[in-house]
């Protein structure tokens, strides 16, 4: 069995998988780490804005009682311990980037290819996760920059930004945690805003002295946790819907906007006009107060282009900068790219999706016979915990390869109609949602197809997996290949063959 990606999903699953008595699979990744976006992005000021008591496994709780919102390195540093503990690291290749995954119709199992070589894994999980490709926009003259530029999250840290003149584009959750980092210690920073996004305060990174004191009892880390999710699922989840808490929080968020910034001409700007919840909301606390500074402007006439030495703006204003920051996004859309997966029939996955990506409760695509995905098509939380939506998936496809066991097939499949009466639950759910009424976002592709979050809240995911059980969803994709039972452990869930093979050109 192959897993690709290792990070939350990826090490969730190699976890599971373990936890299952299976010990023959191999996760390849494509980076030096374990980690993925954690790894990934080590701009100054990155850490998470969702409390990790929430933000972690549930098999692994998070559990300090001194820091709310751990840093980029506390997380990576978490999610290398689960790793360690949970002996996953000896199934890691590293550095190993899947490029290709076709479907061999009649053996009943995958070919992987990477750069060192071919590999055929009877069952592959895609665990690559939403946000790991960085996008730049496509601004005219933006190779012609004589500066220093990168994106938030292939941060150079090779610079020193102290005393620079630094253009940040773009105004998501990335940029509301660098500006206050770079704004302490540069020269002057250039905020370039095209939409504002809702702000809403969060508690501070630490916790105070009266909740240490209640984490130090029995059992309260894990009713913190449940506190969390609750709370997520009660009041976040509706603001999406524009159910009872959308009108409270666009409240909370124009009252925190109107005492951050006392400037009327700067507070226009900063307010958004599309529905709360739109755009993945930012929890930060010093992003607006930052904007006050006199070293900080927020730049809203369009870039128009770069050049040379600076950023023009369509009103033909040329601010001259040493450094520029693309807080610009991921490619989130672009599902699985850039590995070409062939499912039956070789139909390229991509292809597949030409219409917009989509698979049954993000796991699983028609077509496409022992492949699962964690964080697939709508399957993104905006209103919570990932590690819980995936660890979710996980525990459904480990079922799925109980069903095939009992089956006694070399592969399983979604059905047709489970994924047609999936996609129409979820277009009436999407059409319920604040999103279609919001432009342009990472949520949507380039054609405005709402194909990356969940339209509802955690709990409701969970509910509508188990009313949609393996048994009545997914069937045999051959019935004439029996599943492989030599060397099978009595604890195993399915049977791996991930063996390295010949190099690919041979
Ligand atoms: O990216 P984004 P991000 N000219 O896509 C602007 C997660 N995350 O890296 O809004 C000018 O949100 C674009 O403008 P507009 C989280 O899920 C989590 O900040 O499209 N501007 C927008 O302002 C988040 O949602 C944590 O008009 C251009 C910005 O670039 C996701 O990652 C922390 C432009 C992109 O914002 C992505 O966040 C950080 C152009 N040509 C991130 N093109 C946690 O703490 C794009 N923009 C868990």
């Known amino acids: 069995m192959a897993v690709i990606g290792a990070g939350f999903g990826g090490i969730g699953m190699g976890v599971a998988l373990k936890r299952a008595g299976f010990e023959d699979f191999v996760i390849f990744e494509k980076g030096a780490d374990v980690g993925g976006v954690w790894r990934d992005n080590t701009y100054p000021g990155c850490r998470c804005d969702v409390p ?4 972690s496994f549930s098999f692994a709780p998070y559990r300090d009682r001194r820091i709310r919102y751990p840093g980029q390195r506390q ?78 999250s292939e941060w150079d840290h090779r610079h020193d930004l102290e005393g620079r003149d630094i253009a940040v584009i ?30 809403l305060p969060k508690p501070p990174v630490e916790f105070g002295p009266l909740a240490r004191a209640g984490l130090s009892l029995p059992g309260a880390h894990h009713l913190y946790r449940q506190a969390l999710e609750n709370g997520a699922d009660a009041v976040l989840a509706p603001i999406m819907r524009r159910g009872w808490s959308a009108r409270p929080a666009a409240w909370l968020a124009r009252r925190y906007l109107h005492r951050q910034v006392p400037d009327p001409a700067l507070r226009a700007k900063l307010t958004p006009d599309y529905p709360i919840g739109g755009k993945r909301i930012i929890f930060d606390s010093h992003y607006y107060s930052t904007l006050n500074r006199p070293n900080v402007e927020l730049v809203t006439e369009p870039v128009a282009g770069i050049v040379r030495d600076g950023v023009v703006t369509a009103d033909g204003t040329r601010h001259r900068v040493d450094v520029i920051v693309y807080a610009t996004g991921f490619r989130a859309p672009e599902f699985l790219v850039p590995v070409q997966v062939r499912g039956r029939g070789g139909t390229v996955l991509q292809e597949h999706w030409s219409t917009g990506a989509s698979a049954f409760f993000g796991l699983a695509v028609p077509g496409y016979p022992n492949a699962f995905l964690i964080a697939g098509p709508n399957s993104f939380n905006p209103a919570g915990s990932n590690p819980g939506m995936k660890e979710r998936q996980i525990e459904y496809i480990l079922e799925c390869l109980r069903l095939r066991e009992r089956l006694g097939v070399a592969a399983i499949e979604v059905d047709e109609e489970a994924m047609r009466a999936h996609r129409r639950w979820l277009d009436q759910a999407i059409d319920k949602t604040v999103w279609p009424a919001t432009g342009p976002s990472w949520y949507k592709d ?8 969940w339209p509802a809240s955690a709990r409701t995911y969970e509910r509508m997996l188990r009313q949609h059980r393996p048994e009545a969803c997914f069937r045999a994709a051959s019935a004439d290949t029996p599943y492989p039972r030599h060397g099978r452990s009595a604890h195993a869930v399915t049977r791996c063959s991930t063996t390295a093979a010949s190099p690919a050109a041979s």
């Open 52 to 55: 990790s008591h929430l933000y």
């Open 75 to 152: 997380i990576l540093e978490y999610l290398h311990r689960v790793a360690v503990e949970c002996d996953v690291m000896s199934h890691l290749r590293l550095g190993a980037a899947v490029t290709e995954a076709t479907y061999l119709e009649r053996r009943g199992c995958w070919e992987l290819t990477t750069a060192v070589g071919r590999s055929v894994a009877d069952v592959v999980v895609f665990a690559v996760g939403q946000l790991h490709r960085p996008y730049l926009p496509d601004i005219e003259g933006r190779n012609d920059f004589a500066g220093v530029s990168f994106h938030t």
């Open 170 to 199: 773009g105004t998501g959750s990335s940029a509301a945690q660098i500006l206050p980092s770079l704004a302490a210690t540069a020269a002057r920073v250039r905020l370039f805003q095209r939409t504002p996004h809702w702000v």
């Open 446 to 453: 380039h054609a405005g197809r709402i194909t990356n979050p």
